[in-house]
């Protein structure tokens, strides 16, 4: 593996500038952040000029075309841009009445590029906390629009605006963002730091951070682990004939199926006491199919099971793939791996949640890739990344029974696409939903359709022909739920 490197340098304790109160714990929090995402971390703070040259020299030193993936220079303390050069202060630095005199007492964004065009192919990542502005103001002083020469593969993150200035309390605001997610996972280091941007934003700051980049390449600081090419054998898609030789795995799986919940509570316990290594994939997603059926017979322990997944202390990612796995595969497979008419659809919203965190990835992209050789039912997939448009539903109704006060969905449009609507259960009996206002009969039509192909409601628009025709009317919904598909 590659190796990671980080340099941090915090500077407060100024000589003949106003102090600093939270760089030099700007520059811990950084390196300890860092530092858990194996990064090799050197930190030093409070340098006078010759010693910020020495560290930062040290530190390139160790940079290797072949060895290093990437490195990142943090840089908390006072700055100023002057004659278009951004400058980091050093602690002994002296207010100088010419630009060149202060150029010469600082060690300069310029300098430090110089020395990193030598490494094309390293990613560098360089993070400058500091004003951008006048030195009567909190960290930095005034200067011209300094333009960014910056190397190959390159990508620098001002935590202020050219000419603004970057606030202190207690450490600086930019870096108290960074730190929170610096650690997310599988984000392009642009998309971490475009988040930032937005929580400053958000809470009212009136500090915008800038960023340069010349990134030919997509660079995660957190990429997590994947876990691919998932399969499973045949008897475990088709559960009704699982067995195991595994005599723990099999009394876990055997009192999941006990239709008590005591005795499914205590499985449940000894499942989150194992070591999951100790059971096969196999094992683990029959377990999962299990926990889903219990739940949806009203085992409280299942369902916080699955309420609390993403958060549980089953904390080997691969294994808790296989359980999510084996839940989400319960909700639209039978016991014969046929799919289901009526998917089981109680706790649905817990499950997609927990396939779509970051840490679970591969689960999202399994059960996505199974369900889309379904290509006829309309069933939401879900996956990790922001959805940039909702399933925008056109709804039609019909009368039941000649009584005029009682609908029930006919038909669907879904962007242009007729589609056809069936009752999932044969027979099935009807809730009844009251109408009183456009809003209401929207929800009530988003939640009937979202349960139907397991979509979070956020997902799912409503649209109406006639939206004044539903006022004082009963929508009916088929208890079980539709089946939906294309015609089209």
Excluded at 198 to 227: A, R, T
Excluded at 392 to 408: C, G, H, M, P, R
Excluded at 421 to 443: F, P, R
Aim: charged content about 25%; hydrophobic content about 40%; proline content about 3%.
């Amino acid at each position: 593996m590659k190796q990671r490197l980080a340099i941090c340098i915090g500077n407060d304790e100024y000589e003949k500038l106003e102090p600093l109160k939270g760089a030099v714990k700007d520059s811990i929090n950084v390196k300890n952040v860092l530092e858990s995402l194996s990064f090799e971390v050197l930190i030093h703070n409070n340098l006078k000029l010759s010693e910020m040259g020495a560290a930062i020299g040290d530190f390139v030193c160790k940079i290797n075309n072949e060895s290093t993936e990437a490195i990142v220079i943090y840089f908390a303390g006072h700055g100023m841009e002057m004659k278009g050069e951004t400058l980091m202060l050093p602690v002994d630095f002296d207010r100088h009445e010419t630009p060149i005199g202060a150029i010469n007492q600082s060690f300069t964004l310029e300098l430090l590029l110089d020395q990193l065009q030598e490494y094309p192919d390293v990613v560098k990542i360089i993070i400058f906390d500091a004003c951008r502005t006048s030195l009567e103001r909190s960290r930095g002083t005034d200067g011209r629009y300094t333009s960014i020469k910056a190397p190959r593969n390159t990508i620098i993150a001002f935590g202020t605006s050219p000419g603004e200035r970057a606030e202190e309390n207690n450490g600086g605001i930019y870096t108290r963002a960074l730190i929170e997610y610096l650690p997310l996972q599988r984000e392009p280091i642009e998309t971490i730091f475009k988040k930032v941007r937005q929580s400053l934003v958000n809470d009212n700051h009136l500090q915008i951070p800038w960023e340069h980049s010349s990134l030919i390449q997509d660079f995660q600081l957190n990429p997590g682990i994947y876990y691919e090419d998932i399969a499973y054998n045949e008897n475990a898609l088709a559960d009704k004939d699982f067995s195991t030789l595994n005599l723990t795995a099999k009394k876990i799986i055997d009192d999941l199926k006990s239709y008590n919940w005591y005795i499914q509570k205590d499985a449940i316990t000894r499942l989150q006491n194992s070591d999951l290594t100790s059971f096969s994939a196999d094992e683990l997603f029959v377990m999962g199919r299990n926990i889903c059926q219990a739940a949806e017979g009203d085992c409280i322990a299942c369902q916080s099971f699955i309420s609390n997944f993403k958060y549980c202390n089953l904390v080997l990612i691969k294994e808790k793939c296989h359980l999510l796995n084996g839940i989400a595969y319960e909700i639209f497979f039978d016991k014969n791996n046929a799919l289901r008419k009526s998917f089981k659809a109680s706790h649905y919203s817990r499950v997609i949640s927990a396939l779509e965190a970051k840490d679970f990835l591969s689960c999202g992209r399994y059960i996505s890739s199974t369900l889309k050789c379904q290509p006829k039912r309309i069933i939401y997939l879900p996956y990790i990344f922001d959805r940039k448009f909702a399933l925008d539903f056109k709804v039609i109704f019909e009368a039941k029974y000649t009584n005029q006060s009682l609908l029930e969905i006919s038909s669907l449009k879904l962007n242009g696409c007729d589609l056809q609507v069936e009752a999932a259960v044969d027979n099935s009996s009807y809730n009844h939903h009251k109408v009183t206002s456009i809003d209401e009969a929207k929800e009530i039509v988003k939640n009937i359709i979202a349960e139907s192909i397991v979509a979070p409601t956020s997902e799912v628009s409503i649209s109406f022909d006639d939206v004044n025709e539903l006022i004082d009317k009963i929508i009916l919904a088929r208890k079980g739920g539709y089946v939906i598909s294309k015609i089209c």
